[in-house]
């Protein structure tokens, strides 16, 4: 049936504070399995880090930035490879959280099914589950974060704002995640968003190398990336500046985060109508 037939789909959401029983429910039950949750979350972006940042950085040492008021900067590769890698574990954290636990949830356990039978609408479930993989990815980078300060990466006082740019990060992706949760008719699907998308995404956005060796119709499509984003946001902080155009990033994140969960939430709606 086309989208037309059913405006009921996309209509504005109808959200309650009912949802945070549902955020409340995922996090009892994530307690039991939160110190091997919080492992696998940080093991590989800490191992990224070592390999690439002690390994490749001895040999790169430093890397030349663009300042925006114009000039370059040589930036030690552990710092430019860390603070774009944060970003990184919280996108895959949002995106494996709202993807295959989400996804457990709602087709395979039957969970969704089971919470609509009590006063709790099918809007809140999805805002409860985007808002739970973003608290994933947010525990997951401040933990990430730990370490770093704990290696003595960045001491920039500036840091702190980083979790909140980090926050975003996640709303951002699990939104994203959430239109293919809605979308999928089994695991194997997801392969496709992680191919296509995500690891081209990660090469393009500057985490591993700076955006400027890119040609530049690459770092045009790079710049409308979500993860380009956060990273642009993020590195300054690392350096102890200022993000230059902060207002800027911040609104396309929050467009895409916004954009992305009215999507979802009409798919979720269609797929629950069938």
Not at 227 to 255: C, E, G, M, S
Request: proline share 5%; net charge positive.
């Amino acid at each position: 049936m086309s989208a037309s037939r059913h405006p009921a789909w996309w209509g504005a959401p109808r959200l309650s504070l009912r949802f945070a029983a549902v955020w409340l429910r995922n996090l009892l039950v994530w307690r039991k399995l939160a110190v091997p949750s919080l492992v696998g979350n940080i093991a590989e972006p800490l191992i990224w880090l070592v390999a690439f940042g002690y390994g490749m950085g001895a040999l790169v040492g430093t890397v030349t930035v663009a300042l925006p008021q114009g000039g370059t900067e040589a930036v030690p590769y552990l710092v430019f490879l860390a603070s774009g890698s944060i970003c990184m574990s919280a996108m895959n954290a949002a995106t494996f959280e709202a993807l295959y636990s989400a996804f457990s949830r709602m087709h395979v356990q039957k969970t969704w099914d089971g919470i609509l039978n009590a006063p709790v609408t099918l809007d809140d479930i999805v805002l409860a589950e985007m808002l739970w993989a973003a608290f994933k990815a947010l525990f997951t980078a401040a933990a990430i974060l730990g370490v770093m300060l704990a290696l003595g990466i960045s001491h920039s006082p500036k840091l702190a704002l980083a979790w909140a740019v980090l926050g975003l990060t996640g709303i951002t992706f699990a939104s994203l995640a959430l239109i293919f949760n809605a979308l999928a008719k089994g695991y194997d699907f997801f392969t496709y968003y992680f191919t296509l998308f995500l690891t081209p995404m990660m090469f393009l956005s500057g985490v591993f190398f700076p955006r400027e060796q890119l040609p530049t119709w690459v770092q045009a499509v790079s710049d409308i990336l979500p993860l380009t984003h956060a990273v642009q946001l993020v590195r300054p902080l690392f350096l102890d500046r200022w993000p230059a155009n902060a207002a800027l990033h911040l609104a396309i994140l929050a467009a895409y985060a916004a954009g992305a969960f009215w999507v979802a939430l009409a798919l979720t709606r269609r797929r629950f109508a069938r």
